[in-house]
């Protein structure tokens, strides 16, 4: 009983491990970047969701945070952007805690395809109110928001921009895979 154990922890440990990848290398892919942070991917979530859906909430989150971790290096290292760290505290939120949360996706396993989808909507809106808060709490102190937008209005407008034609790229996308079956297969 115990190799078969033993086996089943590798073939999870390798899924967190492509997976992370998977998520970052499509994170690369960037039709648009805002200039402080926050990017337009091509259904970078997408992987740590579809995982989360098959292999539950604590998998999802720990994929999410490895997800986070090699966002934050792509972002600092491959796209140069040293103005997204304000504070130790600030990298930590809007990287693994943020990215971490997309695996919450997998409170909606075993549902039907609309219902996942629904629930990953859910896990994307507690990502946009991690960043929102960072956003007033921890940006207000480093960048002056236009004064017509306030301090609680501009962070919102802001991550929201972006996190909503995100999550509308993955929520197409992970919807046809649960209608095409792919969670049904195990490896």
Known sequence: MKPQRTSSDTKILVEITVFSALSAALYVVRPFTLPFGGSITLGSMVPVMWLSLRRGVQVGIITGMIFGLLALFEDLV????????ATPL??????????????????????????????????????????????????????????????????????????????????????????????????
């Not at 491959?78 to 760290?85: E, K, P, T, W």
């Not at 209005?153 to 972006?162: H, Q, R, T």
């Open 78 to 85: 491959l796209v140069g952007a040293a103005n997204i760290i």
């Open 90 to 187: 600030q990298a930590v939120l809007e990287y693994p805690v943020a990215f971490g949360v997309i695996g919450l996706t997998g409170l909606f396993r075993n549902k039907s395809a609309l219902v996942a989808v629904a629930g990953a909507g859910a896990s994307v809106f507690v990502r946009f109110l991690i960043h929102y808060f960072v956003g007033v709490f921890v940006w207000a102190n480093v960048y002056s928001f236009p004064p017509e937008w306030g301090l609680w209005l501009w962070p919102a407008v802001y991550n929201g921009s972006f996190l909503t034609v995100d999550f509308i790229i993955c929520a197409i996308l992970l919807y046809a895979l649960m209608k095409e079956g792919t969670l049904r297969y195990r490896l």
